[in-house]
C-alpha cells in the first residue's frame, strides 16, 4: 500500500505552546487528507477533512482555531494545535488518499503530551 | 451518534481457529466498508475492504461478508495466528461532497498460542 510519513512521533510541549504536525504522503498524491484524534481505549474520532489547496472541513464540535489545517500541497499536510493545554493530549493520526484507491492510508501518528 | 457499531471490544481465540470480528451501522449511504488493523501507538493499517454492491471479499486468509438488508459485515480470518493479535476498526466510507472515513470502536483480537 501507499506510504504515509507522520511527525513527530511524539511530542511533550508546556501548556500555552503551539504544536505542529506535519503529515506526508511519499509515493502518491494525496487528494484528500484526514485528521484523527484517538484518546485511550477509544475509537477514531475524525476531527477534519482537507482537500489539496482549500480550507479544511472540521466536524462538530472541533474548533477550527485550536486545531488548524492546512493543506497546501499534494503530498503535505499540517496540523497545528494552537495553545495546548493538557485535555488536548492525546494520540493524533493522519490518513490520506488518492483517486486511484477506494482506501485512506494512515500515518504512524503522533502522540502529544501537554504539561 | 455513532453510526458504526462494534460491540465487542475484545475476542481470543486459540491459534489455528477462525476469529469472526463483526460490525454493524446505521447509515445507508456508506458505499465502502474497510477493516483495519491497528497496534499500540501506530497508525491503522489498511486489511481488506468491500464495496457496498457486493457481498463478500475475500483475499488470503481474511474475508469480509456484507449483509446489508442487517446492516452488517464481519471479517473472518482463518486460520488465526499469534500475529494476528491487534485491534480491528470496522470503518465505513461515505461520500457527500467529499469523502469521509467513520470508525467503529475497535475489537481486541487476541490469538493464544
Known amino acids: 500500500g501507499a506510504v504515509v510519513s507522520q511527525h513527530p512521533s511524539w511530542v511533550i510541549c508546556k501548556s500555552g505552546t503551539s504544536v505542529k504536525i506535519e503529515c506526508r504522503s511519499l509515493d502518491f498524491q494525496a487528494t484528500t487528507m484526514f485528521w484523527y484524534r484517538q484518546f485511550p481505549k477509544q475509537s477514531l474520532m475524525l476531527m477534519a477533512t482537507s482537500n489539496e489547496g482549500s480550507k479544511a472541513t472540521y466536524e462538530q464540535g472541533v474548533e477550527k482555531d485550536k486545531f488548524l489545517i492546512n493543506h497546501a500541497s499534494l503530498t503535505l499536510s499540517t496540523l497545528t494545535v494552537t495553545s495546548a493545554h493538557p485535555e488536548d493530549s492525546s494520540f493524533y493520526i493522519c490518513s490520506a488518499r488518492d483517486l486511484r484507491n477506494t482506501e485512506a492510508f494512515f500515518g504512524q501518528g503522533t502522540r502529544l503530551t501537554v504539561v | 451518534d455513532q453510526q458504526v457499531k462494534q460491540n465487542s471490544p475484545s475476542l481470543s481465540v486459540q491459534e489455528g481457529r477462525i476469529s469472526i470480528l463483526n460490525c454493524d451501522y446505521t447509515n445507508s449511504m456508506f458505499d465502502y466498508f474497510l477493516w483495519y488493523k491497528k497496534y499500540p501507538a501506530e497508525g491503522p493499517t489498511f486489511l481488506i475492504s468491500?464495496?457496498?454492491?457486493?457481498d463478500k471479499n475475500e483475499d488470503g486468509r481474511f474475508t469480509v461478508f456484507l449483509n446489508k438488508s442487517a446492516k452488517h459485515l464481519s471479517l473472518h480470518i482463518v486460520p488465526s495466528q499469534p500475529g494476528d493479535s491487534a485491534v480491528y476498526f470496522c470503518?465505513?466510507?461515505?461520500?457527500?461532497?467529499?469523502?469521509?472515513?467513520?470508525f467503529g470502536t475497535g475489537t481486541r483480537l487476541k490469538v493464544l498460542a
Open positions: 470503518a465505513a466510507r461515505v461520500t457527500s461532497g467529499t469523502y469521509k472515513y467513520i
Open positions: 468491500i464495496s457496498s454492491i457486493k
